[in-house]
């Protein structure tokens, strides 16, 4: 069993930056893939940014491409979100997971062990 527990965000201006943390319990923490998704109101929950299970390997959504970096400690069990130049497109409730394989993926059917996620806003 894996919990996982976002943590980071809040209320930022357009063009700040925030980190969000997700704090992951269990032994197979670093045997797997974690990703990064958001929901905003309305919308379905999007696919953010993924990390190998070595770190050596990442993914990102065109539209945070460049803005965003993932990483991982999995000394620490927990993988991390740095975000820049946030836009106002950025407001969303952010969740990680954890994929069913150690290598990272978009698609969010694999994910399992979802957290409670951290809301993140940006004004304008």
């Known amino acids: 069993q894996v919990h996982a527990v976002e943590s980071g965000g809040g209320l930022v201006q357009a063009g700040g930056s925030l980190r969000l943390s997700c704090a992951a319990s269990?032994?197979?923490?670093?045997?797997?893939?974690m990703g990064w998704f958001r929901q905003a109101p309305g919308k379905e929950r999007e696919f953010v940014a993924c990390i190998s299970w070595a770190g050596d390997t990442t993914m990102y959504a065109d539209s945070v491409k460049g803005r965003f970096t993932i990483s991982r400690d999995n000394a620490k069990n927990t993988v991390y979100l740095q975000m820049n130049s946030l836009k106002p497109e950025d407001t969303a409730v952010y969740y990680c997971?954890?994929?069913?394989?150690?290598?990272?993926?978009?698609?969010?059917?694999?994910?399992?062990?979802w957290g409670q996620g951290t809301q993140v806003t940006v004004s304008s």
């Open positions: 269990g032994r197979t923490f670093s045997s797997y893939a």
């Open positions: 997971a954890r994929d069913s394989n150690p290598y990272g993926s978009s698609q969010i059917r694999r994910y399992e062990y």
